[in-house]
């Protein structure tokens, strides 16, 4: 595994961790009944902004995780390869694709709005949990590429 | 745009030159292990750029590291 797919596994297994936290986190208040409250657009924003910091403290834990058990298993020392040609490529296409997804995702979510009965701030919460996944989903293609070589 | 295929000879040419390794090549022309398997694979075609620094650490003019056919299906030089 090269040092770059190496970035990518580590950036996929902890997009999906907080992910998944920040769906439990999100049904928490909306079963509760909080986001229909006066406090809402408070829960809303502070929300992001630990999902924020929690996204780089559990990016930073993990990627040190991966190091230690990298080195350890393999006996190679973590090189300090820069991106070459292709792995730009790699990142634009997955990119692309990503971009992509996130639009569909928030033109469906607008089209929910519009025509369903769902509040603001829950489509806040959803915008945000379909940008991780449209992050999600450009780490799987980056995978499959550098699998398949491009 | 019309599709081709480009094919290659730097596994070839890697064993007629010392039987370089993968490894030596990348770290000749600035890229990674993993890109220049891709190349030899016919998987991932080069830039022009990356194409001539290849033919230059062989000592060889480009047309013999990289050839080009219009012809859809055609087989890899060099299938790993």
Same mark, same amino acid.
């Given at each position: 595994?090269?040092? @770059?797919? %190496?970035? =990518? $596994?580590?950036?996929?297994?902890?997009?999906?961790? =907080?992910? $998944?936290?920040?769906?439990?986190?999100?049904?928490?208040?909306?079963?509760?009944?909080?986001?229909?409250?006066?406090?809402?657009?408070?829960?809303?924003?502070?929300? #992001?902004?630990?999902?924020?910091? &929690?996204?780089?403290?559990?990016?930073?834990?993990?990627?040190?995780?991966?190091?230690? =058990?990298? *080195?350890?298993?393999?006996?190679?020392?973590?090189?300090?390869?820069?991106? /070459?040609?292709? /792995?730009?490529?790699?990142?634009? %296409? !997955?990119?692309?694709? !990503?971009?992509?997804?996130?639009?569909?995702?928030?033109?469906?979510?607008?089209?929910?709005?519009?025509?369903? /009965?769902?509040?603001?701030?829950?489509?806040?919460?959803?915008?945000? #949990?379909?940008?991780?996944? #449209?992050?999600?989903?450009? /780490?799987?293609?980056?995978?499959?590429?550098?699998?398949?070589?491009? | 745009?019309?599709?081709? @295929?480009?094919?290659?000879?730097?596994?070839?040419?890697?064993?007629?030159?010392?039987?370089?390794? @993968? @490894?030596?090549? &990348? %770290?000749?022309?600035?890229?990674?292990?993993? *890109?220049?398997? $891709?190349?030899?694979?016919?998987?991932?075609?080069?830039?022009?750029?990356? !194409?001539?620094?290849? #033919?230059?650490?062989?000592?060889? +003019?480009?047309?013999?590291?990289?050839?080009?056919?219009?012809?859809?299906?055609?087989?890899? !030089?060099? +299938?790993?």
């Amino acid at each position: 595994m090269s040092s @770059q797919e %190496k970035r =990518v $596994a580590v950036s996929l297994i902890s997009s999906l961790i =907080v992910l $998944a936290l920040y769906i439990y986190y999100g049904a928490g208040l909306h079963n509760s009944g909080a986001l229909d409250g006066p406090e809402a657009s408070h829960l809303v924003g502070r929300s #992001a902004f630990i999902m924020i910091g &929690a996204g780089i403290v559990v990016s930073i834990v993990i990627h040190i995780l991966f190091t230690i =058990v990298h *080195t350890v298993a393999t006996g190679e020392q973590a090189g300090e390869d820069s991106a /070459d040609e292709r /792995d730009k490529l790699i990142e634009l %296409k !997955a990119m692309q694709i !990503a971009f992509v997804t996130f639009s569909f995702g928030f033109m469906a979510l607008l089209g929910v709005m519009a025509f369903g /009965d769902i509040g603001p701030y829950l489509v806040t919460l959803l915008t945000i #949990a379909c940008l991780y996944g #449209a992050s999600i989903l450009s /780490d799987c293609i980056k995978l499959v590429l550098y699998r398949r070589g491009f | 745009m019309k599709k081709g @295929q480009i094919s290659n000879n730097v596994r070839r040419l890697r064993f007629e030159n010392h039987e370089m390794t @993968q @490894q030596q090549l &990348a %770290k000749a022309v600035g890229v990674s292990r993993q *890109t220049i398997v $891709a190349i030899e694979k016919c998987k991932y075609s080069p830039s022009l750029e990356l !194409a001539f620094l290849i #033919a230059h650490t062989f000592n060889t +003019p480009l047309g013999d590291v990289f050839s080009f056919c219009m012809e859809k299906k055609v087989t890899c !030089a060099n +299938p790993s």
